[in-house]
């Protein structure tokens, strides 16, 4: 034991035999030491999605040599860079512990609140992440406290039997060197590369659809890495510039007449969703109450379901989606062409509203950048008038009572396209039980006293979204100027830790079916028109719209008012023909069934989609 320690900490006056011995120990412990920061992760990975057998996918992992070494390698390489940069043991853990831990707990979290991974795009948000992570209850389970133990454990293990750092600048410089260039290698050609990606094995998960599922089949650094090729403009397969110019080149933007030029109320709505869709709540009686202001509103208007990308979160991807015609975007840093602009082009004034920060999804630059000549958010507008905060829960009469004045002043200046995000009803929602209607209670829906609490403060501010609705549909019925209304939900509301609510309500979010897929991304639309638009256009705005994705919703739009529009949505309105769903999982709906292969000729034309968008995206400049 002495001697064993005498290696280890090579006091002054070793032999020369134990100097060499002291340095493979401290290349095995460093070594050794980055595989455990490495290992830990996995096991969050493993226990963050509480549908997925935990030992099962522990046992994945370590049956993949590949996987094993793709997610040990960042922090072998991490802790042996820092020792050269700090040439202390103790200093090289810190530097790597942390990073990795902070990307294993924010994945970790992330998926047990939203059952969604950490991706390197949420790297841009960590300000709006930073916010929102305040309002849910973070469970400090025994692997957190597991985590700091190994924290602490192996910081004194560095301290007092990894005392010394190698000598010398030269050494220590060429060390730190070869680590970055093994670094830049890695990252580029092994983590970076789709196939290699494709070739690691997907398995102990149920749906090879689900995101979350394939991505923790990977690991945790792994596909964290990964995630950054996505930040990249990545243009579709098989992608040419000019055939994708002359393309679009084929189809002609056409004007909207001028006796047909409406005025276009759009309202995307904070996690709105129809809970009677789901059978154990359509029988509740104080649900259907709820929700009989909005069927009522869908029996006048065209109504349909919005099949989304998202679920609980990432609002933008429906928001732009409807604005842009995207399928699928990058972020956008530039002016980039949308159907904004091109009803800008045609005399439109734009212009909308968020009772929130404009930093939030740097929407301040975005809508900007997408053709909207004027944005109304807390620091410009809506800060005089309610509390941030407070808006999460009750800002949507004010909203409408803002919007409805601004239509009523705008539209006398001409047609207006005006569109808003609202805030109110943000998740999560308070587990404790609401001083409001109790909508549910446990004896009478069978659901736990917390699940109940979830969803009846979700009712409450449901209830107060569509009083205020109703009150904005009977504004716009009142005025004289033509008015179309679009309302739309942007994802499903956030259902408990572990989607604890939506699972007693028998919910199995079973990707590899239809019911599965819509209670899992659905979201419902309207269409309506007040009576002078109805007039004018010479329609009824009443129907069944059918049921997309959400950048089909501006061609529907179109479609009732009688308009063709841009080029470009001629080619959507092709698209849709085949596949009304065009879902960034890959996913399309054939005659009503959901598959994730199309026929060639059908899959030809998606491929010209694709690029046509991507061309538009990153290639064409908007008209003014």
Not at 134 to 148: C, E, Q
Not at 291 to 312: K, R, V
Not at 429 to 435: G, K, N, P
Request: charge should be negative; glycine fraction near 8%; hydrophobic fraction near 40%.
């Amino acid at each position: 034991m002495k001697t064993l320690l005498t290696i280890m900490r090579l006091p002054d006056g070793s032999q020369e035999h134990c100097g060499r011995a002291h340095t493979i120990w401290l290349a095995l412990a460093l070594t050794g030491m980055g595989c455990c920061v490495g290992g830990l992760s996995l096991f969050f990975s493993a226990t963050a999605y509480v549908s997925l057998n935990s030992w099962h996918l522990l046992g994945a992992y370590l049956s993949s040599p590949l996987l094993m070494f793709l997610n040990l390698l960042p922090p072998v390489l991490l802790i042996w860079l820092f020792y050269f940069l700090f040439r202390r043991s103790w200093a090289a853990f810190i530097c790597t512990f942390l990073p990795v831990l902070a990307i294993a707990l924010a994945n970790y979290f992330k998926i047990r609140l939203r059952s969604d991974p950490l991706l390197a795009s949420d790297l841009l948000l960590a300000a709006e992440a930073g916010g929102i992570v305040g309002n849910y209850t973070l469970d400090l389970t025994w692997l957190v406290w597991f985590a700091l133990f190994c924290f602490v454990a192996g910081l004194l293990f560095t301290i007092f039997l990894m005392p010394h750092g190698i000598q010398g600048w030269r050494e220590r410089t060429f060390g730190a060197l070869s680590c970055l260039a093994l670094i830049g290698v890695a990252f580029v050609s092994l983590y970076l590369n789709p196939t290699v990606y494709d070739q690691t094995p997907t398995q102990a998960i149920r749906y090879a659809w689900s995101d979350v599922e394939v991505y923790l089949s990977k690991g945790g650094l792994y596909p964290f890495l990964h995630s950054f090729r996505d930040m990249l403009p990545t243009p579709p397969e098989n992608y040419d510039k000019e055939e994708a110019d002359s393309l679009l080149q084929q189809y002609e933007d056409q004007s909207i007449p001028e006796g047909q030029k409406v005025s276009v109320m759009g309202i995307m709505l904070e996690a709105f969703c129809d809970l009677t869709d789901f059978d154990a709540l359509a029988g509740q009686e104080g649900v259907t109450q709820v929700y009989a202001p909005w069927h009522q509103l869908e029996a006048q208007s065209i109504s349909g379901d919005l099949l989304t990308n998202i679920f609980a979160g990432g609002t933008v991807d429906s928001e732009w989606a409807f604005l842009t015609g995207y399928s699928t975007h990058d972020e956008f840093w530039k002016d980039t062409d949308s159907y904004v602009w091109y009803l800008k082009d045609q005399g439109y004034q734009t212009f909308g509203s968020h009772p929130g920060f404009g930093w939030f999804y740097n929407r301040q630059n975005v809508n900007q950048y997408l053709g909207f000549e004027e944005y109304w958010f807390t620091e410009n507008h809506y800060g005089e008038l309610v509390d941030p905060v407070f808006a999460q829960w009750h800002s949507d009469p004010l909203l409408v009572q803002e919007l409805l004045a601004q239509m009523k002043e705008r539209v006398q200046s001409g047609p207006c396209f005006s569109f808003s995000v609202s805030y109110q009803n943000h998740g999560p929602y308070s587990t404790e039980l609401s001083s409001g209607p109790q909508h549910l209670t446990p004896e009478g829906s069978g659901l736990s006293q917390e699940s109940c609490n979830i969803w009846n403060n979700y009712l409450n501010g449901v209830a107060e979204t569509l009083q205020a609705l109703t009150t904005l549909v009977q504004g716009l019925e009142e005025m004289e100027e033509p008015v179309v209304l679009v309302l739309f939900g942007d994802h499903k509301p956030w259902g408990g830790n572990g989607n604890s609510a939506y699972i007693e309500m028998g919910a199995t979010f079973d990707l590899s079916t239809l019911d599965g897929f819509y209670d899992y991304y659905a979201t419902p639309y309207v269409i309506w028109a007040n009576s002078a638009a109805k007039e004018t256009l010479g329609r009824d705005f009443v129907g069944d719209g059918g049921d997309f994705s959400p950048c089909f919703l501006m061609t529907e739009l179109f479609d009732q008012c009688g308009w063709t529009g841009p080029g470009f949505m001629e080619l959507s309105r092709q698209v849709r023909a085949v596949t009304p769903l065009v879902h960034t999982q890959g996913l399309y709906l054939v005659d009503g069934q959901l598959t994730d292969t199309l026929a060639p000729e059908d899959q030809a034309l998606l491929d010209q989609f694709l690029s046509a968008e991507y061309f538009r995206e990153n290639q064409l400049l908007p008209v003014e």
